[in-house]
């Protein structure tokens, strides 16, 4: 469960890092 929604935010995070110019949000 948590991990399913930990890894939508993190892929939500990083589609946002890249669009605001490759931010590292890892």
């Not at 399913?4 to 890892?26: C, P």
């Amino acid at each position: 469960r948590w991990a399913k929604t930990l890894d939508g935010i993190n892929g939500h995070q990083v589609a946002a890092g890249k669009r605001l110019g490759g931010l590292d949000v890892q």
